[in-house]
Structure formats: structure tokens, C-alpha cells
């Protein structure tokens, strides 16, 4: 055989993409250590006075061994089969006094992405998503570490100039509360959590426009707000339909004749965004509506109390809660969440300027959605912010207990107490569990490139766990899209997937920061062949 014509061969074909076909997982988990130092970092700032995040170290085989055998109950019992993890420690303190460190186990995988769990093998998959901002056909995603925010909308109506409109009014379920805590409560209203309501709550509603807007509003009654004090060649006025709203269940309803005065040169979409919201808050609320209250933030928050919460709480209950929560989310744009953000053009100091951008760009993101989300191109892989989901709860569940515990003064022993509940040794044991891009390894040949470590889950499929990855729905997400041959595989399909997008091509290519990229050489094909699927 002539090697020299075989070597020549080799060299003139394409080569694999190394970073996939060894397993994409096995590269990301290298990093683990620092990424868990980084959310502690961001979640430090929010930590009460005087406690700080020292350092971490790993711990040393005797270290291990001594704390796997330290009896912790009456019932001792070890654990023999395999699992790929290895133990490290974190030191923090409190007021200049050392803390007992906290343990944390970490995972490690084989080549191919592979881990063993209590002795079972599984893969990790990347998992394939937007840089930061998801757009469906009727929902905007961001994922934060604090919380993962869908975006929804609803339509309202209000009266501009006379003439009624309907403007989407943006919306989002910020606070969650669970089906058992709603249990017995007696609501007279039904209303949505909207963006412009947690505006008004932080500042106010006059200074919301100014602050995000750069604009000026009037509010009063019809005898100051009308085409007389203010010109309709100047001034555009929008008040109530005064038509009762689905989910008011008062039998007397009365609608509110509240107004709002814009200069015309002001009244763009992104003001009458804010305005629907106003009139969607105030058409639920005409007999609290005063224009003497609405520049204050506590009688916005008392109404969002009634909104999230049961409408028969006092006041001074709701307030405190509302107050609570208010408070929470000032951290939930960390420096992490600010970096992916900035990665995807989106620049934003706080989440209140998150909110606002999402209402600016609601309309335009979900109308393009089916170009944005069946592409394959400019999404990226991503394996350690989804294996560590559930450390990263533990770590801002302990950021959230600790603030709570220091308004009533915190000591050594709260401290210590919040972490054992939170801070848990084992939390990536439970790695298998409603986890999609963890799944159990069923592959008879050494060559993983074609079974194993091609697979990927897109980002639609990740949300609701492991068993959310086998199921296929129609969305703007299934069209066809001429990337899909350039970054998927429509050779090697897996079961219940017709589109080819859950398979990674060995030859596909990403860039340093792991987005995926089109090939020049290959783009005027690619680009005239997706023009002939859009005709």
C-alpha cells in the first residue's frame, strides 16, 4: 500500500471538530471549580454585613475519606458503587472570624462526557441555546442565575385622542408561588404581574417615564387633563375605556376617569407600552386610582401585593412582603447574567432596565422569532450552567435565607443553620434527576462520535427536565433551516427527531466563546438554498 498517497488523502479530507467528537462535556467540566467561585463572588455582594467568602481549596484523598466516614447518624452506612466526584471545601467568615468550612462535591467526567452516578454510567450533552435572549412565537426567555424569566403578553385597551387602541401589555410570573400556597385564598381580582407595575413600584410612575423614557407625563382628572389645558397639537391624552376587565368581580364596577397627558413628539411605542400598563393596573383598581398617589412607590407595591398575594391580607402584610421582594430583586442582574447579556446586545445595569428593554423589544423579537429560533447558526453550547443548575439554586437560596435572617439580626449559629440547609455536601448526586442533557449511556461500539457525544438538547427542551428532551411540539423552533446541514445531521437522526437538530456534525464548527459559526467557504450555498425554503 502506497502510505504516501494514503497520507495525501488524509490531508485533503475535512477533519472532525475535536471538541465534540472527545466529548464537549469533558472540556467544559474542567472549569467547574472556577464557575462555582464565580457565583459565590456574585452572590457575596448581596450577603449580609460582616460575611465574607474567604477561598476554596480541594480537599486532599484523607480529607475525602474522613469526611465520607464521619458518622453523621445513628444509622451509619457507606456508599461502594462509583460515583465521579471528588470533594472541595469553601471558607468563609463573620466578622473577621473564621466559619467552619462548608464541603461541596464537584464532578468530573471521562472522555466522551461520561459520569457515573452511584455506580450507573450517563453522558452529559451540551446543550444548545441562545446566547442570552430567547424569542418564541408568543414568549420571551432570559435565563438568569437567580431565576429563569419567561415573558408573556396580554392586549389592553385604552382611549387616545378619543379613539380606542389595543397596545400589548408585557407580563411575567416574577414572583413564584406554588399551587398549595394559593389554597383557600379569596381573590376579588385576577390580575397579571406586569413589567410597567414593578416600574411604578421601584419609582413611581412619573419618574419611571423620566428615568427610562427621558419624557414628561401629566396625571389628573378630566377638569386638568383635556385638550384645553393641554393643546392636541402638542399634547396627546389617553384615559380609561372605563369598561370593566376580566378578572374584576365586582358587581358595581365603576371605571376610573384618571388621565395621562404625553407630549406628542414623546408618545412612541415604548411610551404607550408603559401607558397599556398603567390603564391594565388602573381599569383593575378604579377606586384606588388618585392622582395624588401615583408618584408613590408604596401605593403601587400595595397594589402588586393584591395582585401576587391574596386581596383580604392587611396592608401592612402585603406591604412587607411586597417590600421583601422588591428588595430581592436588586441583585438578580449579577455580573455574570450582565456579561451574557452584553454578549447578546443587551445592556442593562439592573433588571428594571432588563424590564424595560424587554418592553421596547417585545413585538420585534417574538415577530421574528421563526428566523431567530429554527437557525442553528449563533447559538451556543453550553454544559456548566445546566450540571450545576441545582448547586446554583443551593448557592442564592442560601444568599435569600441569609438576607431574611439579618433583618432580624444574624449570629454565628443563623449562619451556620442556613448553610446546612442549603449549602449541601451532595447536591450533585441527584445529577440524573430531571436533568435533560444528562442521559443513561447505550453504546455497544468504542466510537462515541455518532451516539453519544454528537447529542445535543436544544434549549426548548431543557426547561421541564429529562423527560421534556423526548418530546417534539410544532413551533417556529421546527422549521427547516439550511444551517441545520451545516451544524445538525440529517443523516443520523435519533428517535422522535425528525429535524435534525439533536445531533451535532462532527465537522461543525464554534468559536472560542462556543457559538456556533458558518462556514465562508460554504455560505453562498447555504444562504441561496434558505432563500428557496423561505419562498
Known amino acids: 500500500m502506497d502510505t504516501a498517497l494514503f497520507a495525501e488523502i488524509q490531508r485533503s479530507l475535512p477533519k472532525f471538530n475535536r471538541r465534540i467528537t472527545r466529548g464537549f462535556a469533558t472540556e467544559e467540566l474542567k472549569g467547574v471549580e472556577d464557575y462555582i467561585q464565580r457565583l459565590i463572588r456574585c452572590a457575596e455582594l448581596r450577603f449580609p454585613p460582616g460575611l465574607t467568602y474567604m477561598r476554596c481549596e480541594r480537599c486532599t484523598p484523607t480529607e475525602e475519606y474522613n469526611f465520607a466516614t464521619a458518622k453523621k447518624t445513628t444509622k451509619q452506612y457507606y456508599e461502594y458503587s462509583q460515583t465521579d466526584v471528588y470533594l472541595m471545601k469553601y471558607y468563609f467568615e463573620y466578622k473577621g472570624v473564621p466559619l467552619r468550612p462548608r464541603y461541596l462535591y464537584l464532578p468530573f467526567v471521562d472522555d466522551g462526557g461520561i459520569i457515573r452516578i452511584m455506580g450507573n454510567r450517563f453522558s452529559i450533552s451540551p446543550v444548545l441555546a441562545d446566547i442570552a435572549v430567547s424569542a418564541g412565537d408568543d414568549n420571551v426567555f432570559i435565563p438568569l442565575n437567580l431565576d429563569k424569566l419567561t415573558f408573556r403578553r396580554v392586549l389592553h385597551h385604552y382611549v387616545v385622542d378619543g379613539k380606542r387602541v389595543g397596545v400589548s401589555v408585557v407580563h411575567s410570573e416574577v414572583y413564584h408561588r406554588s399551587k398549595k400556597s394559593r389554597v383557600g385564598q379569596k381573590r376579588t381580582i385576577n390580575a397579571l404581574s406586569t413589567l410597567a407595575h414593578y416600574q411604578f413600584a421601584k419609582w413611581g410612575l412619573q419618574q419611571t417615564f423620566a428615568r427610562y423614557l427621558n419624557t414628561e407625563i401629566m396625571v389628573g382628572n378630566p377638569e386638568y387633563i383635556n385638550h384645553i389645558n393641554f393643546p392636541i397639537d402638542e399634547w396627546v391624552v389617553c384615559e380609561s375605556t372605563q369598561v370593566k376587565p376580566y378578572g374584576n368581580k365586582n358587581k358595581f364596577y365603576v ?257 472560542e466563546r462556543n457559538i456556533t459559526v458558518q462556514r465562508e467557504r460554504t455560505a453562498a450555498l447555504l444562504n441561496r438554498v434558505q432563500a428557496d425554503i423561505e419562498r
Not at 439592573?350 to 421574528?368: C, G, K, M, P, W
Not at 451556543?380 to 435565607?401: E, S, T, W
Not at 466510537?447 to 457525544?453: A, I, L, P, W, Y
Open 255 to 511: 371605571g376610573t376617569d384618571i388621565r395621562i397627558a404625553i407630549r406628542r413628539e414623546h408618545y412612541s411605542a415604548s411610551a404607550s407600552g408603559l401607558i397599556a400598563g398603567f390603564f391594565y393596573i388602573a381599569d383593575r383598581f378604579p377606586e384606588q386610582m388618585n392622582p395624588e398617589y401615583v408618584n408613590n412607590e408604596r401605593f403601587w407595591r400595595e397594589l402588586l401585593g393584591h395582585v401576587i398575594f391574596a386581596s383580604e391580607e392587611s396592608v401592612g402584610k402585603l406591604l412587607n412582603k411586597v417590600d421583601g421582594h422588591i428588595e430581592s430583586l436588586d441583585g438578580y442582574i449579577d455580573a455574570m447574567s450582565q456579561e451574557w447579556l452584553k454578549e447578546d446586545n443587551v445592556f442593562v445595569n439592573d433588571l428594571y432596565e432588563l424590564f424595560q428593554h424587554v418592553i421596547d423589544t417585545y413585538s420585534e423579537r417574538t415577530a421574528n422569532a421563526a428566523a431567530t429560533s429554527s437557525t442553528m447558526y449563533g447559538k451556543r453550547l453550553m454544559v456548566l450552567r445546566y450540571v450545576m443548575i441545582d448547586v446554583i439554586k443551593a448557592i442564592f437560596n442560601m444568599m435569600f435565607g441569609l438576607q431574611t435572617a439579618a433583618k432580624k439580626g444574624l449570629t454565628e449559629n443563623d449562619i451556620n443553620k442556613i448553610m446546612d440547609t442549603h449549602f449541601k455536601p451532595h447536591i450533585i448526586h441527584r445529577i440524573n434527576h430531571r436533568h435533560g442533557e444528562v442521559s443513561s449511556v447505550s453504546n455497544p461500539s468504542p466510537c462515541m462520535s455518532f451516539k453519544v457525544t454528537s447529542n445535543i438538547v436544544l434549549q426548548t427542551n431543557i426547561t421541564s427536565g429529562a423527560s421534556a428532551a423526548k418530546t417534539n411540539t410544532i413551533t417556529s423552533a421546527n422549521i427547516l433551516h439550511s444551517s441545520i446541514a451545516e451544524i445538525g445531521q440529517f443523516n443520523n437522526l435519533p428517535k422522535g427527531e425528525p429535524t435534525g437538530r439533536k445531533r451535532f456534525n462532527p465537522y461543525g464548527e464554534i468559536d
